[in-house]
């Protein structure tokens, strides 16, 4: 099973983003979306599922809550804005994916994969480049992909 990954849009979804996530199941949005025009776009490649960002004012609960814990394929994710926001969770979860910084991130920690696509909307802080991810669920285990857009 193959899962989009995106964050930071910031009210625009680059050209390359449909290729990116061609074949994915299901796109995961971060958080800092930018508004419902990004959301529409991304459905058009398949279900969404987002959490708010710092940015995404008045994209409150229930469609965009702050944090989501989801299980797909038997992989545990917690889904969230600022990584912060999932320092000591109890039990862990397999996959932490975040937004926030801008800069990607792919990397496992005591278990757990920490998972930032980086920015699709905007380079800042020190992203230079817009990117997504995709995420790898098979037989219990998942891995993550970072792929340039735009």
């Known amino acids: 099973m193959r899962i989009g990954v995106i964050a930071d849009t910031h009210g625009r979804v680059p050209a390359g983003v449909g290729d990116a996530f061609a074949g994915v199941v299901m ?3 971060a958080g800092d979306i930018g508004g419902e025009g990004v959301i ?4 058009t490649l398949a279900r969404v599922v987002a959490v708010r960002g710092n940015t995404d004012v008045g994209f409150g609960p229930p469609l965009y809550p702050d944090t989501r814990r989801l299980t797909l394929a038997g992989v545990e994710i917690f889904l969230c804005h600022e990584p912060s926001r999932a320092d000591a969770l109890t039990p862990p979860p397999d996959v ?3 937004g926030h910084t801008h800069k990607a991130r792919n990397e496992r920690i005591n278990g757990v994969l920490w998972f930032n696509p980086g920015t699709a909307g905007k380079p800042q802080f020190d992203a230079r480049t817009l990117s997504v991810g995709v995420l790898t669920v098979e037989d219990g285990q998942v891995t993550g992909d970072i792929i340039p857009v735009g």
């Open 40 to 43: 529409a776009e991304l459905a």
């Open 96 to 98: 932490v994916i975040h």
């Open 27 to 29: 796109i995961l949005h």
